[in-house]
């Protein structure tokens, strides 16, 4: 069974500056490396989904460094939005596109910027997933959740509907937003939720059949786009349509308000590698231990600090718990339990009108 | 009164690493800036001390830097030592030529990479203690202690001889290692012990007697270089002569032995800037205070940090008595109270043969 896929690659990943900029967004940087984010979830979906069925959705400043980073997807499946609309619009028109070739296909999202430690337990999933859609449904894909966090929506699992590739395949009762932490800490211990990645598997015809009835303004102007799309005017009523289209989620707009969703929980090593503590985590194979990024770490009574560069060397002494990262024209030396914060200093620059250092 | 004078510019001062490099030793560096810490010396000794009365004497790496630095001094009053022999001789050869040149020539000898808050005090103290040279002392200049320092010498006071410039000049009693720090404690109680800073004024030919007298053979071989000073053979006997001398400072082959030292305690604000930490200390205005040197410091919720840098973009998040140096190939995050370490990274770097950061 030969799936679709579409990797909105869009977000700038402001938690991981000074790495991560306007220019060299989080999904082109190569985190943990040695591939780009955007590249190992091309790398993980290829054994799933033909190349010439993958559809990338960015922004216009990113399209040459989406193509020269995966050169084997063919140049025509880059789509280039005018404007960011979020991810309903994106994912919406690479269904629109999907159900025109193939009035059955089966296609997932999946963002350009997640990490994955587990892409034959991921592909598991999705496979379970596709034969779920098969049966009609908005699939999610659930994270079974290792510790309440507090940055994550989460999905209340209903009862189960069936069982695919040992899997089971739950209706979902409901979408949470970002719980506090006392309620985080129930969801975990509950058993019954799941994060929210945004992971979706569904036949395109399904979601648009959703789009609709959810998103109808949305769905006309992306069915208009989709039919223009092998016309010579295509690029001109992108320009014009898209401009038209509301910004709104697929979680937002769809997901949450839909009756045939299910959810597939499952365990691959997900992360959204948010900010650089949480990249430190993923890394540090024990506690004290210190990681190093593209720079060469030379560390004396130094523990649990990361180090991201690119090739310098960097010197540590007497420190713990730091963030350091070393770029061309900047350099951020920042305390791993603020690591959220870093998007404070890029507000702070932008609120200066700033531009250099974003 | 014109004096002489002799800068002996030495050393690497390894506890500024990486800033302080074997090619781009600290008395070079801008530390705290604009001037170098050479330049500043002679800065402060111009009002004293006509630029052809100034003897620098450094090693062959640092000719060049020194010249291009001091472009007031004449290009000949720079001595290379072909190797490096402590203050000793350095410090004796340049007596031996003040005195060919003018048999009461009265001189000083001053490190080139010490600090000086306030140079009005430290000549106000020079001109005390030439005075007291005049009468056939060996004079060095005490620095008041502000705190029990374990890291210098101590020189404990006897009575007053005289008063010179206002300030007393006593008898010196003893000098001291490098005390533990009870021992620093007691001193700086006592009232009767000064910070020996190896800073020294003296009539040229009372050295060259004291030296005669306690280290001969230098006495000797110096007095045989400068005798060829003026001739055809002074670079061959320079090169020939200069590897036959011990290596020893003035402080412990001269001055802990002669029976004639006199010492002036003053106050100008003196520090030898050894170490990150000191840096720190002297240049912030209050406790909480962020220092930013070469760099511009971008700082949320950060104290107490020194950030030293060649232009880059410094930004700091959630961080504390941090020490950031910024260089060309490599970066150092140290914690203040760790900055006396930094020798040993260069140490380390120096045991593993690694040349490249050295």
Chains 1, 2 share one sequence.
């Not at 943990?32 to 979830?41: C, Y």
């Not at 707009?253 to 365990?267: F, L």
């Not at 190093?292 to 002494?317: K, M, N, P, S």
């Not at 024209?329 to 603020?338: E, G, K």
Request: aromatic residues 6%; glycine residues 8%; contains cysteine.
């Amino acid at each position: 069974m030969a799936l679709y896929a579409v990797i909105p690659a869009g977000g700038s990943g402001t938690r991981l500056w000074p790495a991560s900029r306007t220019a060299r967004p989080k999904f082109l940087l190569p985190l943990p490396g040695p591939l780009s984010m955007l590249q190992a979830t091309v790398e993980r979906l290829l054994p799933l989904v033909p190349p010439a069925n993958m559809l990338i959705v960015t922004g216009a400043s990113h399209a040459d460094a989406v193509a020269a980073q995966v050169p084997e997807i063919p140049e025509g499946n880059i789509i280039v939005e005018p404007q960011a609309r979020g991810t309903g619009p994106a994912i919406g028109l690479a269904a629109a596109l999907f159900a025109r070739r193939d009035p059955d296909a089966i296609m997932g999202s999946f963002a350009a910027d997640h990490h994955v430690a587990d892409p034959i337990a991921f592909r598991q999933a999705i496979r379970a997933a596709a034969e779920a859609a098969r049966e009609g449904y908005l699939v999610t894909v659930g994270i079974k959740p290792t510790y309440p966090e507090t940055g994550y929506g989460y999905i209340r699992c209903g009862e189960i509907l069936f069982h695919r590739e040992g899997l089971a395949v739950h209706a979902v009762e409901e979408f949470k937003e970002k719980p506090d932490l006392a309620t985080a800490e129930r969801y975990v211990a509950s058993g019954q939720y799941q994060w929210n990645a945004s992971m979706f598997v569904w036949r395109a015809q399904t979601l648009l059949d959703a789009m609709r009835r959810l998103l109808p303004d949305v769905y006309e102007l992306l069915t208009e786009i989709a039919a223009a799309w092998d016309r010579p005017d295509r690029a001109e009523t992108m320009e014009r349509l898209w401009a038209q289209l509301p910004e709104v989620t697929i979680d937002h707009g769809i997901m949450e308000h839909a009756d045939n969703v299910a959810v597939v929980p499952a365990s691959f090593g997900w992360t959204d590698l948010g900010d650089w503590h949480s990249l430190a985590e993923l890394l540090a194979s024990e506690k004290d231990d210190n990681v190093a990024l593209g720079a060469e770490h030379i560390a004396t009574d130094t523990r649990g600090t990361l180090v991201f560069g690119d090739g310098r060397v960097i010197a540590t002494l007497g420190v713990e718990d730091l963030v350091i990262v070393d770029t061309d024209d900047v350099l951020l030396v920042c305390h791993r339990s603020r690591a959220q914060d870093v998007r404070r200093i890029v507000e702070r620059l932008r609120g200066q009108g700033d531009q250099r250092l974003l």
